[in-house]
């Protein structure tokens, strides 16, 4: 079993930035794909973006596309979530997940999720 950890959310401003972090625990050898997913209020939950073990595959949601930056550190079995140029509609609960799989059709683990509220 791996437990997924989040951290880094909060309120920010419309053009603010915020960094998620997200540590897994637990039998994190079985750890290949990573990745952070979003539910915003009223709207379907959304991949946000995915990282491969090795950082060479890397996808993001076309909303996110240039603003998002996704990266992770296997020493510290921890992956990121760099978040610039942040919209009201970036708001919402960002969850953490992990795959055994290198390229999943689906997510093992998740993690309890973080709050991101960006003001107008």
């Known amino acids: 079993q791996v437990q997924l950890v989040e951290s880094g959310g909060g309120l920010v401003q419309a053009g603010g930035s915020l960094r998620l972090s997200c540590a897994a625990s637990?039998?994190?050898?079985?750890?290949?794909?990573m990745g952070w997913y979003r539910q915003t209020p009223g709207k379907r939950r959304e991949l946000v973006a995915s990282?491969?073990?090795?950082?060479?595959?890397?996808v993001y949601a076309d909303s996110v596309k240039g603003r998002f930056t996704i990266s992770r550190d296997n020493a510290k079995n921890t992956v990121y979530l760099q978040m610039s140029s942040l919209k009201p509609e970036d708001s919402g609960v960002y969850y953490c997940?992990?795959?055994?799989?290198?390229?999943?059709?689906?997510?093992?683990?998740w993690g309890q999720g973080t709050q991101v509220t960006v003001s107008s």
């Open positions: 997940v992990a795959a055994r799989a290198l390229v999943p059709e689906e997510y093992d683990y």
């Open positions: 637990g039998r994190s050898v079985s750890v290949n794909a």
């Open positions: 990282i491969t073990r090795g950082g060479g595959n890397v």
